[in-house]
């Protein structure tokens, strides 16, 4: 183990959710640094890691061969102490199952940044996860396919492919979704992402699943609806309609998902997920409101995309400036661990209808093997 002493982190600054430990644990892998979380989840009812938190910290604990302890349910602290950059262990390829619904994107973004700087000689690393797909509290599967990844992608030169097995709902989980992440050595390039251009398509997908598919049509109908009142025009918007194949998903579950690509290249996005007993006409406007709120303040990123994107400007080489919408508190929380953990500086300029957000990036590039931290007989995870 390093001999390094851990840095202790509150778990309860700002957000005080589970994206503050998912962007602590991502830095501690790629930094080799050890860290202490305690007051996990402390703005959170109830507080305390819960199935999907610890199947991710055992997931970046794989792929680091890290020790970690107190990663059981409920747990308000862990230790992480890294034994080896990322991808210098060989067990590969990658899985994580909460064994719940929880969300396979969260999973998707704890583990992402650790497995994107590979040594030059190894293929793509893999990623099984299951879990639910769309899932509440989360970005929805659809949302980090068609959004999140081809901003990485345009914008840091990131290749990552996903491919959906099948889909899970709530309660049941059962949703499976594979990841290639093909390895890059890094550093990443700065993004400068100033101008949002006008809208050049919007695109969507409306579904079901064990529910008639005339609930996917008037999600998709009130969302057009929506989307023709605030100015977009009907020849612009693209939003297919489907009911999932049984053999396709695991449990009954609805929503929408649509997002907006302009001309300037930036992906904006807007999502709802069906209730029971909440009109399926009013999951489509909220998806739809959501899009035409991020649009308004006619910043270059959603809010989900706003915290997202923190942790890549964070590694990135150089200065990065990007304009997004009102500075989001999970935006705040993501700025405040990474530069508790690195030499990353980020400035803020509040706007009249939003932000711009500068970083001095690290410039991270994967070190070299023969720095890699020596194992321990201890060395892997401790606790589940």
């Known amino acids: 183990m390093s001999a390094e002493e851990a840095v202790n982190i509150d778990g ?29 989840r402390a703005n959170r009812t109830p507080p305390g890691l819960k199935y999907q938190h610890a ?13 970690l302890s107190g990663n059981d349910t409920g747990s308000s602290s862990i230790q992480f102490h890294p034994q080896t950059p990322p991808q210098t262990s060989e067990s590969r390829p990658y899985s994580a199952d909460p064994g719940t619904a929880g969300s396979i994107a969260l999973l998707l973004q704890v583990s992402l940044p650790c497995l994107i700087f590979s040594p030059p000689t190894a293929g793509p690393s893999t990623l099984h996860l299951r879990g639910g797909t769309n899932a509440t509290h989360s970005p929805q599967v659809d949302y980090m396919e068609h959004v999140f990844l081809p901003f990485i992608q345009k914008h840091f030169g990131l290749e990552p492919s996903l491919r959906v097995v099948k889909r899970g709902y709530y309660p049941k989980g059962g949703g499976e979704v594979h990841v290639s992440v093909p390895p890059v050595t890094g550093p990443l390039p ?10 050049r398509r919007v695109y969507g997908r409306s579904y079901v699943a064990g529910l008639p598919k005339s609930l996917a049509d008037t999600m998709r109908a009130a969302a057009i609806d929506i989307l023709v009142e605030s ?9 297919e ?36 007993g909440m009109d399926a006409s009013k999951v489509g406007q909220e998806a739809a409101r959501e899009l035409v709120n991020n649009l308004t303040h006619e910043g270059c990123v959603d809010e989900y995309m706003q915290d997202q994107m923190i942790i890549f400007l964070a590694l990135a080489q150089g200065r990065s400036k990007v304009k997004t919408g009102p500075l989001t508190l999970h935006t705040r929380t993501a700025i405040w661990v990474i530069e508790q ?23 991270y590039v994967l070190p070299p093997h023969d720095l890699a931290l020596p194992p321990t007989s201890s060395s892997g995870n401790t606790s589940s």
Request: hydrophobic share 40%.
């Open 190 to 199: 700065a993004v400068t992402l100033i101008e949002r251009g006008e809208i």
């Open 12 to 40: 309860g600054v700002l957000e005080g959710g589970g994206q503050l430990l998912r962007i602590a644990v991502g830095l501690s892998a790629l930094l080799s640094k050890p860290i202490s979380i305690d007051n996990i």
């Open 231 to 239: 100015g977009i025009k009907q020849n612009r918007i693209k939003i």
């Open 341 to 363: 953990l690195s030499s990353a500086k980020f400035h803020i300029e509040e706007t009249e209808h939003g932000a711009i957000i500068e970083c001095e990036g690290i410039g």
């Open 241 to 276: 309609s489907l009911r999932e194949k049984p053999s396709d998903a695991v449990g009954s579950g609805s929503g929408i998902v649509i997002w907006a690509e302009t001309y300037e290249g930036c992906v904006i996005g807007g999502s709802a997920l069906g209730k029971k």
């Open 55 to 67: 199947a991710g910290l055992r997931l970046v604990a794989n792929i680091c061969s890290a020790q």
